[in-house]
């Protein structure tokens, strides 16, 4: 049967579409894995279109919108960008050859020049030498030219004694332990910053430059159900779980409040847990904030320690006043979704399901319901100075213990749509749109990750205001950043709201733009950038990325070629971050024993059938590795069974790649089986709430982690007689 040739009015309207998804870079086919092509559903390339306020329901809206679009790309943007001592490219409608400007630098020096056209159309100016977000007067409007430096900043060099490469601890926050009080107590119900900042003197101490950490974006306070670090309420402040009560105020105090409220049990049996109870530890750690709280606000009740903390106080009221608008709409947020909570049920956790009067938060409705409930605002603003306090202290104890860099931060690649972030900066979000990958071999049903992410259209026309603050709240306490999905700034999958992400498309983002204000960013912080490069990458994606001084990331088990060798340490990627694993991989006793397989196929991710090749192949590939690591000279005993992982022997090989940096995980330094989270699971893996066996002062105490540890700096000697497990 001749299938039906569409109408010259379908095709008419379907070229309407097509031309506005190109001008608005939303691609209308998209390639897979098997370079098989395949063509974007119109309803997809519309939502995507709509959710950026480009109307296309009928042609003529298509076209209106396209005409619209063009004539906004031929405006002066409120921000354009370059590289110091580059060229500045921009688009402008008048039909003159020239055009005069002038560029006023942050450090006080100015540039005059003329702009010329380009052949293709466009216009080019020179930019300035100094990186920095400067004045430009051109065409009688001022923008702002934001130049980032030529790279950004590097690693610290390997020891010019040793020749060892820099090395970093990936943890993740939540899962460490405190230590233990003199009675024996427990009070961390989930890992916290401090005890995040004895691991780092802790490992400062073993040699590292850096501790990378999961993501501490803030949370939902009264939804603790909400609890991956990569799906948070807001990328803009922080998370208040991790908070130590302690930590300000004294263990004595916090103890006594914990008898008081006669929850001593319950913290004891919390603690105790291998896993997280995400709601009770998060009911427990608020009451005792709370309670704290009411006693930090309560000047002159009799008896009080905090009393005498006037100084406190002055240090809570400048960190109100430096967060601004952003950060009251945070706190808003967080009283007004825990009023909705405690007067209906679990919808109301999503702000679209709130009164419509405070959907919105320049809505005077807001602005009566927060003057109405001071105290409970303030509750939440004095949450997040106590979480800022925390990480800064981090970040700073790791400095002055040696490290080089400190924290490395984790940048999720999105927000919750039903967040604080999203519900604060709705003019720069994406609607009814989540991020994720297309199918690839790997995940051959593609990924929809549940989350929303920044509108292309909307940062471009703001400045990229949003992105900015975002990035900069990231460095704030951190000596570096892991971007999440770094892809994202070039492109992002997107797939609608109840659909398959089979049915997703490609939308680009201004990569030069992104990129160069990052940057920016990180040569103002001082801070490495590493980006998560894993998955589908678009093909100038790493050239470009390493151009600029991001470094990419090598995983170990990404490095075995399709005839089943492993990559030699010596052909490693100079440009990426050498790593043993990530937190949604396998780790090497989870491998080298088997249990990742085990642990997808009672997730249902992998047929009884495919069980057994799993198997095979991976006894196999393990003999393969094995091999390898001999061949290297990184090992030197027999192939070991399957429940002794060569941990010391891939450490020490993971440091002899020529990458200037090695980030070693904690569950490997430790040789835990699980790994963090099992991507595709959903209550059949423990994703996000497994704790560590130990406490943090006591990780490298340990003989076995002696041994990694020494395999890891002296990568040049093997291992003695058996291997390190």
């Known amino acids: 049967m001749i299938p039906e040739q569409p109408t010259d009015e379908a095709a ?5 579409l097509l031309a506005l998804a190109d001008a608005a870079g939303v691609h209308a086919h998209w390639t897979d894995g098997d370079q098989v092509e395949h063509a974007v559903e119109p309803d997809t390339l519309r939502t995507v279109l709509t959710a950026q306020g480009l109307a296309c329901a009928t042609p003529e809206q298509a076209r209106q919108s396209l005409d619209e679009l063009k004539a906004e790309q031929l405006r002066l943007p409120p921000l354009l960008s370059a590289r110091a001592g580059g060229l500045v490219f921009f688009d402008w409608s008048e039909a003159i050859d020239t055009l005069d400007y002038r560029v006023e630098c942050e450090g006080g020096q100015t540039h005059t020049g003329q702009a010329w056209r380009t052949r293709d159309g466009r216009w080019s100016l020179d930019a300035p030498a100094q990186p920095g977000y400067h004045r430009l007067d051109i065409a009688g409007r ?12 590097a690693c610290p060099p390997a020891d010019p004694v040793t020749g060892r490469t820099p090395w970093a601890l990936g943890v993740q926050v939540y899962s460490l332990r405190a230590p233990r009080e003199p009675n024996g107590d427990a009070l961390d119900v989930v890992g916290d910053y401090s005890a995040l900042a004895v691991l780092a003197e802790q490992a400062a101490a073993e040699g590292a430059a850096a501790l990378a950490i999961s993501p501490v974006h803030a949370g939902f306070s009264a939804y603790p159900d909400r609890y991956s670090p990569y799906a948070p309420s807001s990328r803009l402040f922080l998370n208040a779980w991790l908070i ?16 008081e409220q006669g929850l001593g049990e319950l913290f004891r049996s919390t603690c105790k847990s291998p896993r997280i109870d995400w709601p009770e530890a998060a009911r427990l750690k608020l009451a005792v904030l709370r309670a704290l709280f009411e006693r930090f606000e309560s000047t002159g009740s009799e008896g009080s320690p905090l009393d005498r903390h006037e100084a406190l106080r002055e240090a809570f009221a400048r960190f109100i006043e430096h967060g601004g608008e952003a950060l009251w709409r945070h706190a808003c947020f967080e009283m007004l979704q825990a009023y909705q909570m405690g007067h209906s049920d679990r919808a ?40 800022d306090r925390g990480l800064e202290r981090a970040q700073g104890r790791a400095r002055a213990a040696g490290m080089a860099v400190g924290l490395i931060a984790d940048l999720a690649v999105g927000t919750d749509p039903c967040g604080a972030h999203a519900w604060s900066r709705q003019d720069v979000m ?8 297309p199918p690839d071999l790997f995940n051959p049903q593609g990924q929809s990750w549940g989350l929303t992410a920044f509108s292309p259209r909307a940062l471009r026309s703001g400045g990229y205001a949003a992105y900015i603050e975002m990035l900069r709240a990231s460095f704030r306490h951190a000596g570096g950043i892991r971007v999440d999905h770094a892809m994202g700034l070039q492109r992002l999958w997107l797939v609608p709201d109840g659909a398959s992400p089979t049915q997703g498309t490609y939308q680009d983002y201004p990569f030069d733009d992104m990129l160069n204000l990052l940057s920016l960013e990180a040569w103002r912080h001082d801070a490495v950038v590493i980006g998560e490069n894993l998955g589908t990458v678009a093909e100038d994606f790493d050239r470009r990325t390493a151009e600029a001084g991001m470094l990419g990331m090598s995983v170990l088990w ?5 005839d089943g060798r492993w990559l030699p340490p010596q052909d490693w990627s100079p440009q990426s971050a050498a790593m043993s694993t990530t937190h949604d991989l396998p780790t090497i006793a989870g491998w080298w024993s088997g249990h990742d397989i085990g642990a997808r196929a009672a997730s249902d991710l992998l047929a009884d059938a495919d069980v057994a090749v799993q198997r095979r192949k991976r006894e196999n590939d393990r003999r393969l590795l094995w091999q390898a690591l001999t061949d290297g000279g990184f090992a030197r005993t027999p192939l070991p069974p399957f429940n002794q992982p060569p941990i010391a022997e891939i450490l020490a090989w993971l440091a002899a790649t020529p990458a200037p940096l090695v980030i070693v995980s904690m569950e490997d330094v430790l040789a835990l089986r699980d790994q963090p989270n099992l991507p595709g699971t959903v209550g059949t893996h423990p994703n996000w709430l497994q704790r560590l066996p130990c406490e943090s002062h006591a990780v490298f105490s340990q003989p076995a982690v002696a041994r990694r540890m020494a395999a890891l700096r002296h990568p040049d000697t093997p291992p003695a007689g058996k291997t390190s497990t």
């Open 430 to 437: 994406l609607r009814q749109l989540s991020p994720g990958a």
């Open 12 to 16: 008419t309207a379907n070229a309407d």
């Open 348 to 387: 109301a956790a999503r702000w679209q399901d709130w009164p419509r009067e405070w959907q919105d938060p320049e809505s005077e409705a807001v602005r009566e319901m927060a003057a109405s409930q001071p105290h409970a605002l303030r509750f939440h603003l004095f949450l997040q100075w106590l979480a």
């Open 244 to 259: 130590d009560p302690a930590e300000l105020f004294g263990t004595e105090v916090v103890t006594e409040l914990v008898q």
């Open 558 to 562: 990404f490095t075995q070629g399709d």
């Open 142 to 153: 001022q923008v702002v030219l934001a130049v980032a430096p030529p790279r950004m900043p």
